[in-house]
């Protein structure tokens, strides 16, 4: 009868087993790599947000406080539209990131006390904006 001795030789190599572990740590890897997320950008967040509010936000009337311009640390200005309306007898008081916005509006008639739609969440109602790419809250 034929030995089986050289068959479980082969089979048990160390060499092919490590082979074998590096080429399945080298795909899992490479899988890793193809499916990670790459980290948000602030500005891609709050787009994400503008649109998330633009399909199910509901309208109410508010009133521009203030427009404020404010120093950011790569030495480019960050311009925050400050803004007041009430829901469900509630008030509330937010301000909004438009400088990726500016196109869309004139600053300098956004004064106090302009009349203005505010477009919010029905669930978190401190969750809101004036401005986004589809929709235009500020009155003229």
Same mark, same amino acid.
């Given at each position: 009868?034929?030995?089986?001795?050289?068959?479980?030789?082969?089979?048990?190599?160390?060499?092919?087993?490590?082979?074998?572990?590096? !080429?399945?740590?080298?795909? %899992?890897?490479?899988?890793? %790599?193809?499916?990670?997320?790459?980290?948000?950008?602030?500005? +891609?967040?709050?787009?994400?947000?503008?649109?998330?509010?633009?399909?199910?936000?509901?309208?109410?009337? !508010?009133?521009?406080? @203030?427009?404020?311009?404010?120093?950011? @640390?790569?030495?480019?200005?960050?311009?925050?539209?400050?803004?007041?309306? @009430?829901?469900?007898?509630?008030?509330?008081?937010? $301000?909004?990131?438009?400088?990726?916005?500016?196109?869309?509006?004139?600053?300098?008639?956004?004064?106090?006390?302009?009349?203005? $739609?505010?477009?919010? +969440?029905?669930?978190?109602?401190?969750? $809101?904006?004036?401005?986004?790419?589809?929709?235009? !809250?500020?009155?003229?």
């Amino acid at each position: 009868m034929p030995s089986n001795d050289g068959f479980f030789l082969q089979v048990m190599n160390p060499f092919r087993l490590y082979a074998l572990a590096v !080429g399945g740590c080298g795909v %899992l890897f490479a899988v890793y %790599l193809l499916l990670r997320r790459k980290p948000k950008r602030p500005e +891609d967040l709050e787009r994400e947000r503008r649109e998330w509010l633009d399909r199910i936000g509901r309208i109410t009337d !508010g009133t521009v406080i @203030d427009v404020q311009e404010l120093a950011r @640390d790569d030495q480019k200005q960050s311009v925050l539209l400050i803004f007041h309306y @009430d829901v469900a007898g509630v008030s509330y008081e937010a $301000s909004q990131d438009v400088t990726y916005l500016r196109q869309l509006i004139n600053l300098h008639s956004c004064r106090l006390g302009l009349p203005t $739609s505010v477009r919010y +969440d029905p669930q978190n109602p401190g969750n $809101s904006i004036v401005v986004s790419e589809r929709w235009m !809250g500020l009155r003229q």
